[in-house]
């Protein structure tokens, strides 16, 4: 291991599940979340010593996260399996009484079926409420097209959540 390797365990324990919950906004399909997640850590652990001094890792573990799910998409792809979030089969939901479980099921669901850079915008804002400067410095766009996503994003959520439930959000 390499000089303050052993701060790495922290590291990974605090941002694994942030970069998970990420993830899960862009992804239905557990096991490529989990192999995004798992190559995002790999990546951060070769880059320890670079990513350590870092006082903010965010915008680098998120944009390597991104980069890593649609590498783990593609070899899906190659491999013949669907990564079209309208073929994956329905997930199999536990019943329970709280509607609010199920509308956020519904939303993760339609966030999914974004245009990628759509989604992408709407997951960094929504779960992790970052700026507009900090949406665009992990997607690598100007911040007048992480606002042109979030619009385009929210108008499509809208529609599609307002035909879902019958009438208006």
Same mark, same amino acid.
Not at 9 to 21: G, K, L, T
Not at 43 to 58: D, I, N, T, V
Not at 79 to 104: H, K, N, Q
Not at 147 to 167: D, F, V, Y
């Given at each position: 291991?390499?000089?303050?390797? %052993? ?11 942030? /970069? ?11 096991? /490529?979340?989990e192999?995004?997640a ?11 010593e ?12 998120f944009?390597?996260?991104g ?10 792809? +190659?491999?013949?399996? $669907? ?7 329905d997930?199999?939901?536990? %019943?329970?009484d ?5 509308d ?5 669901d339609? /966030?999914?079926?974004?245009p990628?850079?759509?989604?992408t915008?709407?997951?960094l ?10 949406i ?5 766009? $100007?911040?007048g097209?992480? +606002?042109?996503h979030?619009h385009?994003?929210? +108008?499509?959520?809208q529609?599609q959540?307002?035909?879902? %439930?019958g009438?208006?959000?």
């Amino acid at each position: 291991m390499s000089p303050g390797s %052993e701060d790495f365990p922290r590291f990974f324990a605090h941002w694994e599940p942030q /970069v998970r919950r990420y993830l899960i906004w862009l992804e239905g399909d557990p096991s /490529v979340i989990e192999d995004a997640a798992q190559e995002t850590m790999l990546s951060a652990f070769r880059y320890w010593e670079k990513l350590r001094g870092y006082e903010q890792p965010r915008a680098w573990l998120f944009k390597i996260a991104g980069q890593r799910l649609g590498d783990a998409q593609q070899a899906r792809r +190659k491999a013949g399996l $669907s990564t079209d979030p309208f073929e994956l089969p329905d997930r199999v939901r536990i %019943e329970d009484d709280f509607a609010a479980r199920d509308d956020r099921l519904a939303i993760l669901d339609a /966030v999914r079926k974004l245009p990628p850079q759509q989604a992408t915008a709407i997951a960094l804002q929504w779960q992790y409420d970052l700026s507009l400067r900090e949406i665009a410095d992990i997607m690598a766009i $100007s911040t007048g097209s992480v +606002k042109t996503h979030l619009h385009l994003a929210r +108008k499509a959520l809208q529609q599609q959540l307002g035909e879902s %439930e019958g009438g208006d959000l």
